[in-house]
């Protein structure tokens, strides 16, 4: 399969990245002279570039868009205003998580989409599949590129460019950076205070260039998706395909507050209503280690006695507590604060179960 490359592949070349696929691109893992620790202290204490236009981009238009919309994904558009954003799901029939999202709502006859890269395609077709007569439905994943400037330092950086800082958390502003256009999202994917940057893909270079050049006196560092998986996974934030998947629910990734269940339609509404009330499938859950072990994705949970309870969806080493971090799915019914059990690499290691997140950022946003 031939992979496809961000507009800035030149620069992250120039970097010395080192290129990972992912959803399909070729995309930075880390940089030289960095790497995943110092790129995570950076988010975390200062400000990092990420460049994540790999993520999909769509646009449904038309007569009732937001309403289309509204009747597809778990969500309540309503909820929100024209500039304003929102975390959503798009479900099968059978509650399977087809993606997780941000949709922007520029107006009720407007939707901007942000799913994931891999699943842009997906998205596209249910969305075009069920589109009343017009309501039309772009794919715009080659057209535009997305920037994320987050970190403490993030509003620093912005300033110094012109753009705007002071809208709400999930919220966007239409600015320039020397005449070119650029939609600020107060968005992100660290748990930091931070901005996400959607730019014309011809235009994403000239922008990288001006940001790295600004935030230079903050500290600001290229950071790449081996930084990115650190970072959300210290604040449990889900990944499709890890924590979500056609098998793995809203419900049993402990998303329901992004779903509107007073709604009287969206993909997989029954489905989903009754995980909810019966509360019998597995759910997700964090682990924290209490020795030197690092869990990864696919090891069994084990409870006192040794009967597999779980699995683990993603894990990894903290940068910011030092030991290792887990987001697990297990069986309803195990306590927090409970000691469960991991088989790594042969040794049989203690976790204790508690909810994410799992570190407190210097600027969390809301």
Known sequence: MDLLHSPLHDRHL?????????????????????????????????VGLF????????????????????????NDLARIAPGQ????????????????LIQYLRSDFEVFLIPNAANTAAVVERLRAAAPEGVEVVDL??????????????????????????????????????GRAVTVCRTGYTGERGYELVVPADDAVAVWDAVVEAGEPFGLRAAGLGARDTLRTEMGYPLHGHEL???????????????????????GKEVLERQRAEKTVRTLRGLVAEGRGIPRPGMVVADETGA??????????SPTRRQGIALALLEPGVADGATVTVDVRGRSE??????????EPSTREA
């Open 350 to 359: 203690a976790f204790a179960v508690t909810k994410p997140p799992f570190v």
């Open 85 to 100: 954003a929102q975390y959503t799901l798009c479900c099968d029939e059978d509650g399977g998580t087809v993606d997780d």
């Open 245 to 267: 998947s056609a098998e793995i629910s809203p419900v049993m990734a402990r998303a329901g507050w992004a779903v509107g269940w007073s709604k009287p339609q969206f993909w």
């Open 141 to 178: 994943h080659r057209d535009y590129a997305v920037l994320a400037v987050q970190g403490p330092q993030s509003d620093e950086v912005l300033t110094e460019l012109g753009l705007p800082v002071d809208h709400d958390y999930m919220s966007f502003a239409d600015a320039e950076i020397g």
């Open 14 to 46: 120039a970097l010395g990245a080192k290129l990972a696929e992912f959803g399909g691109w070729e995309m930075p893992l880390e940089y030289a002279g960095g790497g995943v620790l110092a790129e995570h202290k950076a988010v975390r204490e200062a």
């Open 308 to 317: 597999a309870i779980g699995e683990i969806t993603s894990g990894t080493f």
């Open 51 to 74: 460049d994540v236009s790999h993520l999909g981009k769509a646009l449904v238009r038309g007569t009732g868009a937001a309403a289309f919309v509204n009747r597809c994904f778990t």
